[in-house]
C-alpha cells in the first residue's frame, strides 16, 4: 500500500504572539489491487485556555507555628472517592454542535448518591462535578452512513466540603438511548464518549450512569 499525507498550516494569534497551527491535514492511500482512499480533517476556531496552579510549601523545621497555620491544621483535608462505585449524574452545561468544541468546561450533578462498600455517603445527590469535554468530532454523512458527532467527556473535579476535589469516572455501561450510544474506552478509564446519530447536537442535559476511577493526580496536584 501507498500513503501520502499532506498538512497545511496557518498562523494563529494567541495571547500576543503569532502561533503555527495545522489548518487542514490530507492522506491518500493506494492499495495493491488500486482502489484510492483519501480523508481530510480541517481544524477552526481553536481556542486558547488557560490554567491556574498553586504551590504551597510546609513551614520550616524548627519554626513557630503562626495562628492562621494552627488554625488551618484543625480543618479535615478532602476526602478522596474510592475506584469502582456506581452513581447517575446529570451534565448540566448545555452542548451544541455551533458552539461547543474539544476543552470546553462543563457541569454535571449527582443524581445518586455516591456510597462506600458499607453504604456510607461520600457524596449525596446534587453534588456538583466539573469536567470537561475532551473531544468533539463531526462525522459528515457519507454513502450508506448517516451524519453523526463523538463526544468525548472528562470527570475531574468533585465539589466536597467546600473545596474542589481531584475525581475521575467512566461509564458504567454501554447502551443506546434515543439517538445517542454510550461508547465505553477500551485503553482507558478516566473518561466517555457519547456517540450521537443528529445532524446538528442541541443537548441541553445529558444523563448517563458512571463508576469511579483511581484518580491519576497531575504534578500540580500532589
Known amino acids: 500500500m501507498q500513503v501520502t499525507s499532506d498538512v497545511e498550516y496557518s498562523r494563529l494569534r494567541v495571547s500576543t ?54 488554625n488551618s ?22 452542548i451544541n454542535s455551533d458552539t461547543s468544541a474539544a476543552g470546553d468546561p462543563l457541569d454535571a450533578l449527582l443524581r445518586s448518591p455516591i456510597t462506600d462498600a458499607s453504604g456510607k455517603v461520600l457524596a449525596p445527590v446534587g453534588t456538583r462535578i466539573n469536567g470537561r469535554l ?3 468530532i463531526e ?15 472528562q470527570l475531574r473535579y468533585i465539589q466536597l466540603g467546600g473545596k474542589r476535589v ?5 461509564l458504567g ?7 445517542i450510544w454510550i461508547r465505553i474506552p477500551r485503553h482507558s478509564t478516566q473518561y466517555g464518549t457519547f456517540v450521537l446519530n443528529q445532524k446538528n447536537v442541541r443537548l441541553t442535559s445529558l444523563d448517563s450512569k458512571w463508576v469511579t476511577a483511581p484518580v491519576a493526580m497531575t504534578t500540580a496536584e500532589r
Open 173 to 179: 455501561s454501554e447502551s443506546r438511548k434515543d439517538s
Open 139 to 153: 462525522y459528515p454523512a457519507s454513502p450508506g452512513r448517516r451524519q453523526f458527532y463523538e463526544i468525548g467527556v
Open 17 to 70: 504572539a503569532a502561533t503555527l497551527i495545522p489548518r487542514r491535514a490530507t492522506s491518500w492511500a493506494i492499495d495493491r489491487t488500486g482502489i484510492a482512499f483519501a480523508s481530510a480533517a480541517e481544524y477552526s476556531n481553536c481556542r486558547e485556555y488557560v490554567g491556574e496552579s498553586l504551590i504551597s510549601f510546609d513551614d520550616p523545621a524548627g519554626s513557630e507555628p503562626s495562628a492562621s497555620t494552627a
Open 134 to 136: 475532551t473531544a468533539f
Open 73 to 94: 491544621k484543625t480543618i479535615s483535608p478532602p476526602i478522596t472517592i474510592p475506584a469502582g462505585l456506581p452513581f447517575s449524574c446529570t451534565i448540566i452545561t448545555p
Open 166 to 170: 481531584p475525581f475521575q469516572a467512566t
